[in-house]
C-alpha cells in the first residue's frame, strides 16, 4: 500500500542519516593527528620530569640543613661561649632540627640491588664527612675532604684537588638522580664549611682584641701605679 511504501521510504532515510552520523564520528576521530597526542605526552613527560628534580632539590637542601645543624652543634663544645650560652645554642639548635624534621620530600627511585649498595656505602662516607667538619676545629681537614668527594663527582673546586677514588667508584655506581642529590649535597655543605671556617675566623680575632685590651689595661694601671 502506499502509507507501507511512505514507511519504508522513511526507515530508509533514517538508516542513511545514522550511517552518515556514525561515518562523519570516525572521521572527526580519526582527524585527531598522532603527532599531537605525542606532543602533549612529551609535555607532560617534561613537566614530571620538573616536578621530580624539584623534590630532589628540595630534599637536598633539607638534608643540609640537618647536617648543618649537626654540624653546629658538635662545635659548640670548641666554641669560647659561656656554659649558660652553649646551652641556650643548644636548645635552639634541638628546635630547629626539629622543625626541619617536620619537612618530607620523597621521592621514589628505582634501584638495582648493586645501586643500593653503592647508595649504602656514600652515605656512609657523607656520614664521615661531617663527622670530620663537626671535629675540625680548623675546618680546613673537612674542606680538603670535602673537596675531593665533589672533584670525584666531577664538581668545580677551587685549586687542584686530588679525587677519591672510592668515593668517585661508589658515587658511579649510584642511580643517575642519586649521583645528581649526592653532588647537590657537596656543594652545599662546601659552602657551609666555608661559612663556618669565615666566622671561626672572625670570633679567633674579637677573642684576640679583647685578649690584647684586656693586656693593655691592665700594663696602663701597672704604669700608673708605679707612677
Known sequence: SQDDLKENVAQQKSTESDND?????IERTE???????????????????????SVIRLSGERDTLIELLDSIGGSLNTTSLSDLHKEEAML??????????????????????CQVEALKGV?????????????????EVGEQMCAGFLAACG?????ARQSCQKFEKMV????????KLIRRRLVELMAQIKEI??????????????????????????????Q
Do not use: F, H, W, Y
Open 197 to 226: 671556617r669565615k666566622a671561626g675566623k672572625v670570633m679567633d680575632e674579637d677573642i684576640e682584641k679583647n685578649k690584647e685590651l684586656a693586656t693593655n689595661g691592665k700594663d696602663e694601671k701597672q704604669i700608673s701605679v708605679a
Open 92 to 113: 635552639e639548635v634541638d628546635r630547629l632540627k626539629c622543625r626541619v624534621g617536620e619537612v618530607v620530600c620523597q621521592l621514589s627511585i628505582r634501584r638495582m640491588p
Open 123 to 139: 652515605e656512609e662516607e657523607m656520614a664521615r664527612l661531617v663527622d670530620t667538619v663537626e671535629r675540625d676545629v680548623s675546618g
Open 172 to 179: 658511579l655506581g649510584c642511580a643517575v638522580e642519586d649521583q
Open 21 to 25: 552520523d556514525t561515518s562523519s564520528n
Open 155 to 159: 664538581g668545580e673546586v677551587v685549586g
Open 31 to 53: 582527524e585527531v593527528p598522532p603527532d599531537s597526542i605525542r606532543e602533549v605526552l612529551d609535555d607532560v613527560e617534561a613537566q614530571i620530569e620538573k616536578v621530580r628534580e
